[in-house]
Nanobody, 125 residues
Framework: QVQLVESGGGLVQAGGSLSLSCAAS????????MGWFRQAPGKEREFVAA????????YYADSVKGRFTISKDDAKNTVFLQMSSLQPEDTAAYYC??????????????????WGQGTQVTVSS
């Protein structure tokens, strides 16, 4: 069983930056890949970014490419999402998720087995 806890959300102005953390525990983490998703009120949950725990390969949604950076600290079992040039449309609850590693990245929420509780990011204009 994998447990995930997100933190770091808050209120920022448009153009600002914010860094999210996801602390992972349980399971054999080296065999998993980690994803960040977000969900705004009335919207479906959408993929943001993913990283493979084993080799640090990353993948980003087009909407955040060039602005967001996903990274990890193996020693601390923590995944980060560094967000820059934030815009009001980035406002959402951000969730950390985990699934068993595979050769291809997965962008569908249904592909991920374990989820954190979410952390709210609000970008004001």
């Amino acid at each position: 069983q994998v447990q995930l806890v997100e933190s770091g959300g808050g209120l920022v102005q448009a153009g600002g930056s914010l860094s999210l953390s996801c602390a992972a525990s349980g399971g054999t983490l080296s065999s998993y890949e980690m994803g960040w998703f977000r969900q705004a009120p009335g919207k479906e949950r959408e993929f943001v970014a993913a990283v493979k725990w084993s080799d640090s390969n990353t993948y980003y949604a087009d909407s955040v490419k060039g602005r967001f950076t996903i990274s990890k600290d193996d020693a601390k079992n923590t995944v980060f999402l560094q967000m820059s040039s934030l815009q009001p449309e980035d406002t959402a609850a951000y969730y950390c998720a985990a699934r068993r590693n595979s050769y291809f990245f997965h962008t569908m929420p249904s592909a991920y087995e374990f989820w954190g509780q979410g952390t709210q990011v609000t970008v004001s204009s």
